[in-house]
């Protein structure tokens, strides 16, 4: 084959431009510390690197903004809860002094006031939010938990309850009927008109048993009666129960004389609309006593008692009822349907509530390949709404016999004064009544005490099970997070032995890379001085 000088001097170039072309890839690697530039250079090196960058893109995600954002969460949540348990515990030393037999009346004041002042704070961090999102009302962060102001909105609620929410207390019956025939409660007795009282005998003052179920809401609503929905037991039907409606057979007031805890029929349910009570006939708290689930059966809860009622007045404070219940706030019009279906214009809350077995409403986040972690504790797991009841009930018992000692240190006063033996004598009459009343009721406010205490060390150990849940799933996600933080090292060092060059061998192949492009131009010099022409 004839080697021409043309085809010497193609060639040459095209050394000299592999040779540059190594320079410059030499160059590139050590100028951006990359081994490739572009996807060309190497494919191998370029689907690697795109997959331990989009490795170390999740992880960062997860360990620099997820789980800090968990975190902070779960600690924003666990600071809220802790001050729910000091007010409990506060409580709970309350009500282990009022056990005290021997509690004199300045005692029981001091007890009442500090009860009044802890029952104001027990939900003070029911509204405590995280990044502007409330932590206790599930999935609406944009709902506070509790009304922030006086509001008038039309609320029907059904509370989910059972046998164990039956409750039987202790009344102690102060009022009377006097010979012309006028109701009279022994309580009101101001100087001035024991007149009023003369009739009042020692044999007035009793004390009986009530049933009750109390709910979750006082100063309810007196134009709708409450109904009662559960199921009983019957042979005939396919399921093997049947549903049954109870409906409240009047409402009327607390204070109303005659006192409405001692006239109850035994298949009535009485409604007091402003302590939120519903007491129950001797029959009917029976026949609920004993409703009761059915182990086999796993779709249905034959042991729930649903009561359904009204309120549309809320106070500074109060719990709103769609973070707890199925309710119904009613529209534009203000009212509901009568027969219990939802205008067009309600907004229905919680509706899967009403299905046995249903979850509540659990925030989640992502905190590692296919890692999910619970954030969010639910309002009701800590914010019982029972708590402010159990506290209502003490400070109405503890405000009764405080007027009872009123009552017993006027008329002791104005015996002290009176002359008139015959007036001496119903004064005396009266005291010995008072009297009688108040023995009967520091017994009921003993028991109360003492019942109230096991109560409230109930509600503390609710919230320290979400206090210790919260804790777990605190002590999970540092877990998660130290190895993400180790994945995260492993996959940086394998994205950068994948990507990024050893600078000091770069540099080497560089010098290299220089030397055989000056050796490729030199020799391309000397070979091209002589052609065919110089001989001819």
Not at 96 to 123: C, F, H, P
Not at 307 to 312: A, E, I, L, R
Not at 452 to 480: D, H, I, K, P
Request: aromatic content about 8%.
């Amino acid at each position: 084959m004839r080697i021409t000088n043309k085809i010497m001097q193609n060639n040459s170039l095209s050394n000299i431009n592999l040779a540059k072309v190594a320079e410059d890839h030499r160059g590139s690697q050590v100028s951006s510390g990359k081994k490739i530039v572009r996807p060309s250079d190497d494919p191998i090196v370029a689907i690697r690197s795109l997959r331990l960058r989009s490795s170390v893109t999740e992880i960062t995600q997860y360990y620099s903004r997820n789980a800090k954002d968990a975190d902070a969460w779960l600690k924003t949540t666990e600071d809220a809860m802790q001050q729910v348990t000091d007010v409990l515990t506060d409580m709970i030393k309350q009500y282990d002094k009022g056990a005290n037999e021997y509690l004199t009346s300045a005692d029981r004041n001091i007890i009442l006031e500090q009860l009044k002042s802890l029952k104001d704070e027990v939900y003070g961090t029911g509204n405590a939010d995280y990044a502007g999102r409330y932590i206790f009302t599930g999935y609406r962060t944009e709902s506070s938990l509790m009304f922030k102001e006086k509001t008038e909105k039309p609320y029907q609620i059904t509370e989910q309850l059972s046998a164990s929410d039956l409750r039987t207390d202790t009344f102690v019956n102060t009022s009377f009927t006097d010979n012309n025939g006028v109701d009279r409660d022994l309580t009101d007795l101001k100087e001035g008109t024991q007149t009023d009282y003369v009739d009042v005998e020692e044999n007035d003052i009793d004390k009986s048993e009530y049933h009750r179920i109390r709910l979750s809401y006082n100063n309810c609503d007196d134009n709708m009666i409450p109904t009662i929905q559960y199921k009983v037991k019957d042979a005939t039907s396919a399921t093997g129960y049947t549903d049954k409606t109870l409906t409240a057979a009047r409402t009327v007031k607390s204070t109303d004389v005659p006192s409405p805890y001692t006239n109850v029929g035994d298949n009535e349910v009485v409604y007091l609309s402003d302590t939120g009570e519903l007491l129950l006939g001797k029959d009917v708290y029976k026949e609920l006593s004993g409703v009761v689930d059915d182990p086999l059966s796993t779709n249905v809860n034959e042991g729930e008692i649903r009561v359904t009622y009204q309120k549309s007045e809320f106070q500074e404070g109060d719990l709103k009822p769609e973070h707890y219940f199925y309710c119904v706030a009613a529209g534009e019009d203000g009212n509901f349907d009568p027969a219990g279906t939802p205008n067009s214009d309600d907004i229905v809350y919680n509706p899967t509530y009403l299905d046995h077995g249903s979850k509540r409403q659990v925030i989640e986040y992502d905190v590692g390949f296919n890692q999910r972690l619970q954030v969010n504790t639910i309002a009701e797991e800590c914010f019982n709404p029972d708590v402010n009841r159990e506290v209502d009930d003490m400070i109405q018992a503890l405000e009764k016999i405080q007027k009872i000692e009123d009552v017993v240190s006027t008329l002791k006063n104005m015996l002290d004064k009176e002359t008139d033996p015959a007036k001496q004598k119903i004064l005396s009459d009266q005291i010995d009544a008072a009297n009688k009343a108040f023995t009967y009721q520091k017994d009921v406010v003993q028991k109360k005490f003492s019942t109230g205490l096991t109560a409230m060390q109930g509600f503390l150990n609710e919230v320290n099970v979400a206090v210790t849940g919260c804790g777990a799933r605190g002590s999970r996600l540092e877990l998660v997070s130290s190895r993400l933080s180790s994945q995260k090292s492993t996959f940086e060092i394998l994205k950068s032995e994948n990507e990024d060059v050893d600078l000091s061998e770069a540099v080497v192949q560089l010098t290299s890379a220089e030397q055989t492009y000056e050796a490729a131009l030199k020799a391309t010099g000397k070979i091209m001085q002589v052609n065919l022409m110089d001989f001819i």
